[in-house]
Each structure stands twice: as C-alpha cells, then as structure tokens.
C-alpha cells in the first residue's frame, strides 16, 4: 500500500467545497482556511475543488489532498475531474490524490481510463468516484487505486438510494481489490463509526463540517409549523 494510503488508513477526510454558486464560501482563500480549522480538530486530510484550493492548502498543511476540477457543462452527466488537462494541473498543483468521476454516462472530455493514466505519469494515485458496483469494478480495470462512494444518490441510477451505502462497500471490499473509501451522506458520529465497521479505509464528510447554508436549512427545517 503506498503511503498516502497508509496515512489516510481510518482517517477523517474534510471537503472543503462551497456547494451553493451563492456561498459567499467559495474564494478559494476561505475555503483553504476551513480546510485549515478542520485540521485543527483532527482531520486526516482533505478533498478540495480547484487547482487554487489545492495550491493555497499544499502550502499550509502537509496532511494529504485529493484533488477535484468540476465542470458542470450541459448536456454531459459527468463533471468531476473530466480532462487529462485537469488531473494535470490538480498533479501540479499539489494534489496527492486525483478524484475523477467514473459514472455512467456521457463525458465532455477524455475518457476515465485516460484521465488516470495521466494522473499516473504525474506520479498521483486516482480515485473513482463511483455509484455503483459494476462502475467501481471497471474503474479499478481502467485504473483506479481508490474507489469511493461518492456518486450514490447522484445518478438516476441510484436516486433515492440510503446515504451512506454501507451495503455496498461491504460488496466492494469483498469483491475488489482496493480500498474503499465512503463518501456522501456522514452527517452524524454514528454515520462515521458504521462506516468504519463496514470496512472503510477512510470517510470523507463535507457539508455537515463547512456548508454553513446547508447545515443551517437542516435546522431551520426542524422548526415547528
């Protein structure tokens, strides 16, 4: 196991992301400083949108990074990490791991098993961001050290579909042959240890740590009519 792996092994991992195109969160100086406070509280690494995010953290932490670019482009379904252009200038920019999207569907850029091989050449390991099995498993054929979960619930596929998918990462573990990490749907301390249980190498948890907006209508909502 390489030892990026091996430091993320039963680690937290913070998302520091601005969800909302309104956040006034999203300078990417704002989002370095809450990946920065999360570290404080004992995260074990983070997951950043932006060669800027990931440049100005590289250079405050020394705990490891996985690195995103979202293009949201209509009329494509994926849009996390979607050129060699991308997972490139993520590698440059300090990124210890790229995290490309591998669901199904339509792509604006060059294929996933592209994208990670360049990712590779720039001596960085990959992750799948999948939503299901059979994706997850062509991943790691065409290249991924990593799958994590991250795409459950997002794709018509798995719409509706119970956040975190505990009884899918315990299929992946079984089935492959790479470490799984749980994305999508930690909000709670239990969410966190049930993750752990299943097998997780590690757990990443975004909003329920730096979307204020997101945590704030979660509350407001539990106000009585």
């Not at 991943?139 to 579909?161: F, K, L, P, S, Y």
């Not at 190498?201 to 909003?207: E, Y």
Request: charged fraction near 20%; hydrophobic fraction near 45%; glycine fraction near 8%.
């Amino acid at each position: 196991m390489s030892p990026i792996l091996d430091r993320l092994k039963r680690q937290l991992v913070v998302s520091s992301q601005a969800m909302n195109p309104r956040s006034p969160l999203r300078r990417p100086e704002i989002l370095a400083l809450l990946a920065e406070a999360a570290e404080l509280g004992g995260a074990g690494g983070f997951r950043v949108d932006g060669t800027d995010v990931v440049r100005l953290l590289r250079g405050r932490t020394e705990l490891p990074i996985i690195g995103i670019a979202k293009d949201r482009r209509e009329g494509f379904d994926n849009y996390i990490t979607t050129s060699i252009a991308d997972a490139e200038a993520l590698s440059d920019a300090g990124a210890d791991i790229v995290a490309i999207q591998a669901t199904t569907g339509t792509r604006p850029g060059e294929s996933f098993a592209q994208i990670a091989a360049a990712a590779h050449r720039r001596g960085r390991l990959v992750m799948a961001d999948i939503a299901t099995f059979d994706e997850a498993q062509r991943a790691v054929t065409e290249g991924a050290d990593i799958v994590a979960t991250t795409m459950v619930g997002h794709t018509a596929q798995t719409e509706g579909a119970a956040r975190p998918p505990l009884d899918l990462v315990r299929r992946l573990l079984a089935e492959l042959d790479v470490p799984v990490i749980v994305e999508g749907g930690i909000w709670t301390p239990e969410h966190v240890a049930a993750s752990f249980a299943a097998g997780a190498h590690a757990v990443v948890c975004g909003s329920a740590i730096t979307a204020p907006d997101i945590i704030t209508s979660r509350l407001v909502a539990a106000i009585p009519a």
